[in-house]
Antibody, heavy 122, light 107 residues
Framework: QVQLQQSGPGLVKPSQTLSLTCAIS??????????WNWIRQSPSRGLEWLGR?????????DYAVSVKSRITINPDTSKNQFSLQFNSVTPEDTAVYYC????????????WGQGTMVTVSS | DIQMTQSPSSVFASVGDRVTITCRAS??????LVWYHQKPGKAPKLLIY???SLQSGVPSRFSGSGSGTDFTLTISSLQPEDFATYYC?????????FGQGTKLEIK
């Protein structure tokens, strides 16, 4: 059974970096058939896909244009996890952040982490 | 970006009712359409992928249809655990985008 366990702080100061980690059990971050994603949800923006990392003989990343200049998603094969780094945050980045697997069926997000409520405030 | 528009925004129904939710894409997405539902404080849960394929473990009272720009999710006989917010998502092109949600509430 695949599970994703998120960790990271719930409070970040404006202009600082938001860092979250998603630990994978029951699957491999290096799997050739899935992709590992970050998605956030807020009342003002709804559900918003942020980016992904995936392995197909080498590592690839895709990011939403709206956040591309501020975001990095990295795999960590030694710990079987992946991370989100989001720079220069503002109060508008306050949201629940989810990690999610896009499985082999229909590009759908079939496994989700539990969510982390991140508040950007001084 | 592809815009996803759901209707209605909210719907009141009773246990045993048949409910249909509609999702419209701003451009042709073939059958790259996914449905989720979400309960308060929880992550979304996958129900339907590729417009009409039922995710493993999801009850058969859920069904999806459509292609191109117009899609529907139907719940044939509402159960108490189905009261939640429903989202559609296009998986045709990046950035993947979601509808604004349809809240299904008890009448």
């Amino acid at each position: 059974q695949v599970q994703l366990q998120q960790s990271g702080p719930g409070l970040v100061k404006p202009s600082q970096t938001l860092s979250l980690t998603c630990a994978i059990s029951g699957d491999s971050v290096s799997s050739n058939s899935v992709a590992w994603n970050w998605i956030r949800q807020s009342p003002s923006r709804g559900l918003e896909w942020l980016g992904r990392t995936y392995y197909r003989s080498k590592w690839y990343n895709d990011y939403a244009v709206s956040v591309k200049s501020r975001i990095t998603i990295n795999p960590d094969t030694s710990k079987n996890q992946f991370s989100l780094q989001f720079n220069s945050v503002t109060p508008e980045d306050t949201a629940v952040y989810y990690c999610a697997r896009a499985g082999p069926k229909g590009r759908a997000f079939d496994i989700w982490g539990q969510g982390t409520m991140v508040t950007v405030s001084s | 970006d592809i815009q996803m528009t759901q209707s209605p925004s909210s719907v009141f129904a009773s246990v045993g009712d048949r409910v249909t939710i509609t999702c419209r894409a701003s451009q042709d997405i073939s059958t790259w359409l996914v449905w989720y539902h979400q309960k308060p404080g929880k992550a979304p849960k996958l129900l339907i992928y590729a417009a009409s394929s039922l995710q493993s473990g999801v009850p058969s009272r859920f069904s999806g249809s459509g292609s191109g720009t117009d899609f529907t999710l139907t719940i044939s006989s509402l159960q108490p655990e189905d009261f939640a917010t429903y989202y559609c998502q296009q998986a045709n092109s990046f950035p993947y985008t979601f509808g604004q949600g349809t809240k299904l509430e008890i009448k």
